[in-house]
């Protein structure tokens, strides 16, 4: 039973335009979200995170937002770049996350010029 | 650079042979990964040492085993690999400061291990 939903499976995207990413989840414990980017042949680096006490966190182009009511987050990027074109994770975690991290099973981003 | 680094990154091993995947760590973090990623799969965590103490997922087969002898390494061992443990294993770390919250996990780039 998948606690961390990413519905699709891949997005493509005009350079210059707005990249939504969208996650969903199921376990009302989690209390911390982090997106993950991640490019062929490599591990997954952390791109942004959220903690459930906020609905928005900026970082440059990046941009998560969170709806605990809804038990969804999305991540924004803009405008979208070639070099955004990877296999984006959305995680969550539950008191502190010392004890891991629940992964979704990715959104491939296509960033087309 | 402090890193995570795995080694090696492709291992073929053969049915039933059994099979060791390394990881060391740079970072002196406290918590070490161990992921299961499957093609198209979210990763899926096998177990974790928070420090010395092993934490086992309920749903990791007993064919995974792991060792930290230090703070710097981790290996996975496989015991009898099976043609469905061919998947990509990740090792992570964290800080696992006591107390500490929203923890970020560094990974490293993964050993792609086939089964023949």
């Known amino acids: 039973d998948q606690q961390v939903k990413q519905n699709s499976p891949s997005l493509s995207v005009q350079e210059g335009r707005i990249s939504i990413l969208n996650c969903d989840y199921t376990?009302?414990?989690?209390?911390?979200f982090l997106w993950y980017k991640k490019y062929p042949a490599e591990g997954p680096t952390f791109l942004i995170s959220i903690s459930s006490i906020k609905d928005k966190n900026e970082d440059g182009r990046f941009t998560v937002f969170l709806n605990k009511s809804a038990k969804h987050l999305s991540l924004h990027i803009v405008p979208s770049q070639p070099g955004d074109s990877a296999v984006y994770f959305c995680a969550a975690s539950e008191g502190g996350g010392a004890d891991g991290l629940t992964f979704g099973k990715g959104t491939h981003l296509i960033i087309q010029p | 650079d402090a890193m995570v680094i795995q080694n090696p990154r492709y291992q073929v091993t053969q049915f039933g042979k059994p099979v060791t995947l390394s990881c060391s760590q740079t970072l002196n973090h406290n918590v070490m990964y161990w992921y299961q990623q499957k093609s198209s799969q979210a990763p899926k965590l096998l177990f974790h040492y928070y420090d010395k103490d092993f934490n086992n997922e309920a749903d990791t087969p007993d064919n995974f085993q792991s060792r930290r002898p230090n703070t710097s390494f981790c290996f996975l061992d496989i015991r009898s690999p099976g043609l469905g443990d061919a998947a990509m294993y990740l090792c992570?770390?964290?800080?696992?400061?006591?107390?500490?919250?929203?923890?970020?996990?560094?990974f490293g780039s993964g050993t792609q291990l086939s089964v023949l």
């Open positions: 376990n009302s414990m989690f209390d911390y």
């Open positions: 992570a770390t964290s800080r696992g400061l006591t107390g500490a919250t929203n923890e970020k996990l560094f």
